[in-house]
């Protein structure tokens, strides 16, 4: 086919655009901002499933303090109701006994629920230890996710200004190319990676670097200044 020198020189146009244009476009793709962000989210998941199963433990811990506590005072009175009978009963000894002996256990008891207590609040201590922890990982982990939403928001949205500049420049282009030429190209384009159009180079392709025979040149001259690649049929500029 025969085509003037303008519209060859649109063509390469259009395949430099559309290949700066897929550039980006891959470059938006493989942001790593992307992969940071995703892998900050898994991360936050987990430790947030953690913190939950932390949470039920403090909760435990706690309620196990309460119950200690409320057992001692219940018996804090007892021990005050004994000592009031032992204080009442002057003189009666078998009273005397029988209360002194319910006040020693009252008091054994108490010591026990004393270090119960004492433990059960070391275990509160450390679960609050791993919640600072956790509470700590997962800041540093929203604003590393924040960090990278920003700087990707940014990138996305300058890579997608480009893309669409690159997209208007080309439609404007096409529309001074003849419809059939442009379909062709558009099919040579797609089938080809977007590099639709190459020139005769000392005898080869300067797409696929297939050499062309000097018959074969010789026969696509006679039919125009444009022909086909015999080995990757993208159009041949041949002079
Ligand atoms: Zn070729």
Do not use: W
């Given at each position: ?165 690159l997209d208007a420049e080309r ?69």
């Amino acid at each position: 086919m025969r085509l003037d020198e303008d519209t060859i020189a649109d063509l390469f146009r259009i395949q430099s655009l559309v290949l700066e244009a897929k550039g980006a476009a891959k470059e938006l793709e493989e942001l790593p901002e992307r992969a940071v962000i995703l892998a900050a989210r898994t991360k936050k998941r987990a430790i947030e499933e953690k913190n939950t199963e932390v949470g039920k433990l403090y909760e435990a811990a706690e309620s196990k303090a309460a119950a200690f506590a409320e057992e001692d005072a219940a018996l804090a009175e007892k021990q005050r109701k004994a000592q009031a009978d032992i204080d009442e009963a002057r003189g009666s000894y078998r009273n005397v006994e029988a209360r002194s002996k319910e006040m020693n256990g009252y008091a054994k008891r108490r010591a026990v629920l004393e270090q119960n207590l004492s433990d059960v609040l070391d275990e509160l201590a450390r679960i609050e230890t791993v919640q600072k922890q956790v509470s700590m990982a997962l800041a540093a982990l929203n604003s590393k996710e924040a960090e990278a939403t920003e700087a990707f928001v940014e990138k996305g949205t300058a890579l997608k200004r480009r893309i669409a500049q690159l997209d208007a420049e080309r439609a404007e282009i096409e529309q001074q190319i003849p419809a059939d030429v442009m379909k062709a190209f558009r099919q040579l384009s797609d089938r080809t990676g977007g590099v639709a159009i190459a020139r005769l180079a000392g005898g080869a392709c300067s797409a696929c670097r297939a050499p062309v025979d000097a018959a074969r040149v010789t026969h696509m001259r006679a039919s125009g200044n444009v022909g086909n690649c015999p080995q990757c049929g993208r159009l041949l500029v041949l002079d």
